[in-house]
């Protein structure tokens, strides 16, 4: 009788306790974008459209050109992607379908491992030890370069697309891939035609959360790419200084006078920036769906 | 009759587990069906993926004699792995369609061996599908997503992949297990015709299947092989207690 009563109880609360969970994180979601939203809407009337997408960015000369700032975070952001998503999936092909299974028992939590290790830390290493290197090796005035940021941020990424792309491939079953080995497929054929292209989703998944996590990246990026806010346009833009959105608003924020135009400014670029990981997460659920629909369909 | 592959006292043993095989010697004829039947666990699937070496990549402790294949031992580390899968090939329990069009399937082992002539691949597609009996049934079809298609033809489909690459021997196992009476009676037809062409090893899912197709049979329990003999012989006459008793139904 008693543990039923608990049962009742237990049944009527847990459900809406999850609930309220769920629903306060989209509730949180909003109001962040509200607070994004008043606090940088004043930029309107401060500052001409024409000011703010220009070239240059010199708040104590009034001039906020936030166009170098965007260019900075996506010369980084793709340098990193460059870097990581071919090295995180072979690294992942090779833990999951290469490495026997002892040395996949030590990879495995190393990765893990290392994607725990915080920011800081590598932002710290980047300019003590990878900076120098990068400025006597390519022969550059500074190491500080985007660069440096994009090394940096592919070596932060890495590990989360290793971890993740490993775990799909790991879920392809077996007879998958017996099926192509015992039609005379190599190993590599086998890995390449059969294996990835089933454990696609999941791939694409870790890519997209890769991308997720060196846009947002900001301790590191601040710390290695100089913070010079010129106009990456051109090849060579990588191998200078440039400045992000995050490095810009995590090192202006706290000198800023409340409700200034400089104030509004920084919301509306985090504004911008919150925008864009939207679409990026848009953009990678839609395809991670179709991708899934898919998927299911040939596993069913 | 020509003795296509010839086991000699094959012993096998996983890394983890017991002896899964144990001293076999077994010679199986050209152009005939030879049945591997047993309970389960008997070593009936360990012993085809021995003959294609798709054991390569399982974890394996031991491993000794030898199975010739036209009088080359194929467990010698020298033999040629790919060449040796293209010339014996498989067919599984559960139909393992590849997440390509149905043409795709078929060609996707010629285009592994560098087949590139378009002619080459349709008369392959062609050939293929006759042979398997699913001509009629996907025809007009054929640049469909083969996992569309039924249980029953997606596992005449993974037959006529197999037979696509052209090869000598055709090692199935359990390849009906998952199918209904009229699809296992169109593979059990088909098979009849192609063991005029191919040496074919069946693992049945049932001993009647196994009376039912079997030139030469060949009882396995627990590792050992108890009996080897003529399909009418062995199903009808069993010359071991224990065969006789399985085939009865007394235990299995
Ligand atoms: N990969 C493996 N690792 C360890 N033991 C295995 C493996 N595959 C099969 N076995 C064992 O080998 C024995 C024979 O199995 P199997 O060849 O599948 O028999 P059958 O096909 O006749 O049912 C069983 O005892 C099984 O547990
Ligand atoms: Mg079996």
Not at chain 1, 100 to 114: A, Q, S, Y
Not at chain 2, 124 to 136: D, I
Not at chain 2, 216 to 241: I, W
């Amino acid at each position: 009788m008693n543990s039923i009563r608990k049962l009742d109880w237990q049944e009527f609360f847990i459900p809406r306790l999850i609930k309220a969970s769920g629903y306060s994180a989209i509730l949180f979601v909003i109001l962040i974008f509200f607070f994004l939203l008043r606090e940088s809407l004043p930029t309107f009337g401060e500052v001409s459209l024409r000011q703010l997408f220009s070239e240059r960015w010199y708040p104590i000369e009034a001039r906020y050109g936030i166009l170098p700032l965007i260019t900075g975070s996506l010369l980084v952001t793709i340098g990193a992607m460059v870097i990581a998503v071919p090295f995180g999936i072979g690294t992942a092909v090779f833990i999951s379908e290469i490495a026997p299974r002892w040395l996949r028992e030590i990879l495995k939590p190393l990765v893990e491992l290392l994607g725990g290790l915080p920011s800081v830390v590598l932002g710290f290493l980047g300019i003590l030890v990878l900076a120098p290197r990068l400025r006597i090796l390519l022969d550059l005035p500074t190491g500080l370069t985007a660069l440096a940021g994009s090394l940096l941020l592919g070596g932060i990424a890495v590990p989360t697309i290793v971890s993740i792309a490993e775990d799909a491939l790991d879920a392809v079953p077996l007879a998958y891939r017996e099926g192509a080995w015992a039609m005379g497929a190599t190993r590599w054929q086998t890995i390449w035609r059969v294996t990835l292209p089933a454990a696609r989703s999941g791939v694409l998944t870790a890519v997209m959360l890769g991308i997720g996590r060196a846009i947002g990246e900001t301790m590191t990026v601040m710390m290695v790419t100089g913070n010079a806010p010129v106009l990456a346009t051109r090849l060579d833009s990588l191998f200078r200084p440039v400045r992000t959105m995050t490095a810009t608003i995590a090192a202006e924020m706290g000198e800023v006078a409340n409700a200034s135009t400089h104030y509004h400014v920084l919301f509306f670029i985090g504004m911008v920036l919150f925008l864009i990981s939207l679409a990026v997460n848009l953009a990678a659920s839609s395809i991670v769906f179709k991708a899934k629909k898919r998927a299911e369909r040939v596993l069913s | 009759m020509v003795d296509k592959i010839v086991i000699e006292n094959l012993s096998l043993t996983y890394a983890e587990g017991n002896e899964s095989l144990r001293h076999i010697n077994l010679k199986i004829a050209a152009n005939a069906i030879t049945v591997l039947f047993g309970p389960a666990g008997g070593g009936k699937s360990s012993l085809l993926r021995c003959i294609n070496r798709l054991n390569d990549l399982t974890d394996i402790r031991l491993l000794q004699g030898k199975i010739l294949i036209d009088g080359q031992n194929v467990l010698d580390p020298k033999t040629d792995v790919i060449a040796l899968r293209r010339k014996v090939g498989m067919v599984f329990a559960r139909p393992v369609v590849l997440p390509f069009s149905i043409r795709g399937n078929l060609t996707y082992g010629l285009e592994l061996a560098g087949e590139k002539r378009k002619s080459r691949l349709d008369e392959a597609v062609e050939r293929s599908l006759k042979l398997a009996a699913l001509w009629e049934e996907v025809k007009d079809r054929l640049d469909d997503p083969a996992v569309a298609l039924s249980g029953g033809q997606q596992q005449r489909l993974c037959l006529a992949r197999v037979l696509a690459n052209q090869p000598e021997i055709i090692l199935l196992d359990e390849p009906t297990s998952g199918l209904d009476p009229i699809s296992t009676g169109k593979v059990e037809a088909a098979l009849q015709e192609l063991k005029h062409q191919y040496t074919i090893v069946l693992v049945p899912h049932s001993v009647q299947q196994a009376a039912r197709t079997a030139d030469y049979a060949a009882f396995f329990l627990q590792g050992e092989l108890v009996e080897f003999g003529p399909g009418r012989d062995l199903f009808t006459n069993p010359k071991d207690k224990r065969t006789e008793d399985y085939v009865e139904g007394r235990f299995g």
